[in-house]
Structures are given as C-alpha cells and as structure tokens.
C-alpha cells in the first residue's frame, strides 16, 4: 500500500457521491416511515463503512492507473459497475421515486443502488491490492445491503398484506 493522492478514487467517490447529492431532493415516497425502524447495528456498519471508505479511496495511490497487465480488468469491471449504478440513478429520477423504484434491480442485480457500488469498491480494492479498502467496503456492504435489503423486505411484505 501507497500513500498519496488517487485521482482513480476521487472519480469513483464523485460518481457515487453526485446522484447522492441530489437524493434528498427527491426521496423515494414514505421512505422516512422505513428509516425510522433501521437496525443501529447496521447503521454502525454502514458508518464506519462509509468514512473508511471515503478515506481509503483517495489517501492510497494504488488505485491510480499503473502500467497495463490483467489487473486493469478488475479496475474495467468496477468502472463499468459504476455507471450501471448512474443508469440505475438515472432511471430512479425519472420514476414516480417510489420506494419499489427505488430498490429495482438492473441487469439482474439486486437492490442495484446498494449493491453495485459496494461491489465496484470492493473489485476497485482488488485492483489496488489494497486491503484497507477491502475491509472498509465488507463493513459498508454489511450495513447498507442490510439496511436497504430489510426496507425492501418491508415493502413487498405491506404490498402483499394491503392485497
């Protein structure tokens, strides 16, 4: 592992961090009902997931591009799951942003806006070599996956009890 600046991760962050920034504009309806029932041990999870995170993504140099060797797979397959994750935004924004909207899968992939950042900054990891960053997104991915599987539990389970 290098310190420094990586700009590799400062892309990634800012992918997930726009579509982010215009979410509380437009969440989807009645999600507060759902937050306010979340566990506090997957919040805890997902907190530390997401500073560490954050942090391991732009303070180690391993993830800026290197010369080429099989490795830059794992980087190609992270940055083609990123913008599945902006198409998955995009798609969201253009919805009614109900909470089914919101937890729609894409491409086959579950819960598609928790799910594929969490795995892309895990292969991103694997590219850099770099098991501060593997770690931190284990405890993301614990968190927000938890949390956000267990809201989708709850909604299809009201949808089938309101029937």
């Given at each position: 592992m290098?310190?420094?600046?990586?700009?590799?991760?400062?892309?990634?962050?800012?992918?997930?961090?726009?579509?982010?920034?215009?979410?509380?504009?437009?969440?989807?309806?009645?999600?507060?009902k759902?937050?306010?029932?979340?566990?506090?041990?997957l919040?805890l999870f997902?907190?530390?997931?997401?500073?560490?995170?954050?942090?391991?993504?732009?303070?180690?140099t391993d993830?800026?591009?290197?010369?080429w060797s099989?490795?830059?797979?794992?980087?190609?397959v992270?940055?083609?799951?990123?913008?599945?994750?902006?198409?998955h935004?995009?798609r969201?924004?253009?919805?009614?942003?109900?909470?089914?909207?919101?937890?729609?899968?894409?491409?086959?992939?579950?819960?598609?806006?928790?799910?594929?950042?969490?795995?892309?900054?895990?292969l991103?990891?694997?590219?850099?070599?770099?098991?501060?960053?593997?770690?931190?997104?284990?405890?993301?991915g614990?968190?927000?996956?938890?949390?956000?599987?267990?809201?989708?539990?709850?909604?299809?389970?009201?949808?089938?009890?309101?029937?």
């Amino acid at each position: 592992m290098h310190f420094g600046f990586s700009y590799v991760g400062l892309i990634f962050l800012l992918m997930l961090f726009v579509p982010n920034s215009f979410w509380p504009k437009y969440p989807p309806q009645d999600y507060d009902k759902y937050v306010a029932r979340e566990s506090k041990v997957l919040l805890l999870f997902e907190r530390i997931g997401q500073v560490t995170v954050t942090t391991a993504a732009v303070i180690f140099t391993d993830f800026n591009l290197k010369p080429w060797s099989l490795w830059y797979l794992w980087l190609i397959v992270a940055f083609l799951l990123m913008i599945l994750y902006e198409i998955h935004w995009i798609r969201y924004f253009r919805s009614e942003r109900t909470m089914l909207d919101f937890y729609r899968s894409i491409l086959g992939i579950p819960l598609a806006g928790a799910t594929l950042p969490v795995i892309a900054f895990f292969l991103l990891a694997i590219y850099g070599r770099n098991w501060v960053l593997g770690v931190a997104v284990v405890f993301l991915g614990i968190g927000h996956i938890g949390i956000h599987s267990i809201h989708k539990k709850e909604v299809e389970q009201e949808l089938r009890d309101s029937k």
